[in-house]
T-cell receptor, first 111, second 111 residues
Framework: DVKVTQSSRYLVKRTGEKVFLECVQD?????MFWYRQDPGLGLRLIYF???????EKGDIPEGYSVSREKKERFSLILESASTNQTSMYLC??????????FGPGTRLTVL | GENVEQHPSTLSVQEGDSAVIKCTYS??????FPWYKQELGKRPQLIID?????GEKKDQRIAVTLNKTAKHFSLHITETQPEDSAVYFC??????????FGTGTSLTVIP
């Protein structure tokens, strides 16, 4: 059974703080993704990675960076959190053009 | 890039009736179309998918149809039950490295 876990379910940070969101998958998937989910906007891709140390920008990369030092772990970094980054963040992983398996999500509030 | 539009944004049906959700896509190169169900407070989960070499796929009460010429695909749920109440997302992908999601349909099944 595929398991995708995220480091926190809920997170509250202050404007200007550096924020790290971590995602770990246990199925040796080469692809990993970070999305943000906002009401009425669906899931929007921030960044994805198709291999260790490889990353590609998605539709809304501004204000975010990512790190993938190990195959199973994909981190999303908010260098200087802002209130408009308050959102639900979902991580996902997949093999090839296969099913995406999602993590439980992190609800981030930036005050 | 790809643009996926999903309609309707909300849908209410009586238990036992059918529900249909439609998505259109813009990039004719897209060849993989998954549908995800997200129950309240839970992660999105794949319920059915279709590839561009197939026109229709069925799994019990759920079916997906694809019209490549018109660039649209639809989710059909028959004999709806209260547990079908959720948000449904369509998506389109060409490479499997990047998925483009619709904005979601909130389905309510009224007992």
């Amino acid at each position: 059974d595929v398991k995708v876990t995220q480091s926190s379910r809920y997170l509250v940070k202050r404007t200007g703080e550096k924020v790290f969101l971590e995602c770990v998958q246990d199925m040796d998937h080469e692809n990993m993704f970070w999305y943000r989910q906002d009401p009425g906007l669906g899931l929007r891709l921030i960044y994805f990675s198709y291999d260790v140390k490889m990353k590609e920008k998605g539709d809304i990369p501004e204000g975010y960076s990512v790190s993938r030092e190990k195959k199973e772990r994909f981190s999303l970094i908010l260098e200087s959190a802002s209130t408009n980054q308050t959102s639900m963040y979902l991580c996902a992983s997949s093999r090839g053009q296969g099913t995406q398996y999602f993590g439980p999500g992190t609800r981030l509030t930036v005050l | 890039g790809e643009n996926v539009e999903q309609h309707p944004s909300t849908l209410s049906v009586q238990e036992g009736d059918s529900a249909v959700i439609k998505c259109t896509y813009s990039d004719s190169a897209s060849n993989y179309f998954p549908w995800y169900k997200q129950e309240l407070g839970k992660r999105p989960q794949l319920i059915i998918d279709i590839r561009s070499n197939v026109g229709e796929k069925k799994d019990q009460r759920i079916a997906v149809t694809l019209n490549k010429t018109a660039k649209h695909f639809s989710l059909h749920i028959t004999e709806t039950q209260p547990e079908d109440s959720a948000v449904y997302f369509c998506a389109a992908s060409f490479t499997g490295n990047q998925f483009y999601f619709g904005t979601g349909t909130s389905l309510t099944v009224i007992p």
